[in-house]
């Protein structure tokens, strides 16, 4: 995984350390984002599909200096299946939208990645036990945007 995921994820590491009981904040939300990515790319070998790509671009929003987002290209080498791939960008996107503190959006894409990880179980593109460890990350950031939009 590229230097931002993993930035995101010990940045939000230390953040839930810190946070205890306290309201969810959306770092929390990012770290288990971050979480998430490294959930699918440890179960890589459970997306079935046959349409490879050699590499995945994933889109990275991130403040600037001037408060305006910034965005970069990651490329994350494979092969890995689309489908592998596109759930990088769902979970980038989320990042990127919490980033702006978009938290409407961030949840509609997070729901939106749970339901394509549906669908792909459906149809045998994803198999267990990759869908269930997958599915558990994903959902895991769909309640606590959830959470940061109840407060």
Known sequence: MNRRIAT???AAALGFAAAGAQATTIG??????????????G?????????????????????????????????LSGPMSK?????YNYLSSV????????????????DG??????????TGKLIDPGYTDVRAAAAAVQTCVG???SQ
């Open 113 to 122: 990645m749970v339901a394509k990880i549906d669908t792909l179980y459906g």
């Open 43 to 75: 179960n890589s070998d459970y997306f079935t599909s046959n349409n490879r790509i050699n590499e995945c671009l994933v889109k990275m929003v991130e403040s600037s200096a001037k408060g305006k987002p910034a965005t970069s290209i990651s490329t």
């Open 28 to 41: 929390e939300c990012q770290m288990l984002a971050a979480d998430a990515m490294g959930t699918v790319q």
């Open 8 to 10: 995101l994820a010990v």
């Open 95 to 110: 990042d990127s939208k919490l980033e702006q503190a978009k938290l409407g959006d961030a949840k509609s894409v997070i």
């Open 147 to 149: 959470q940061l939009l």
């Open 83 to 87: 489908d592998e791939c596109s759930m």
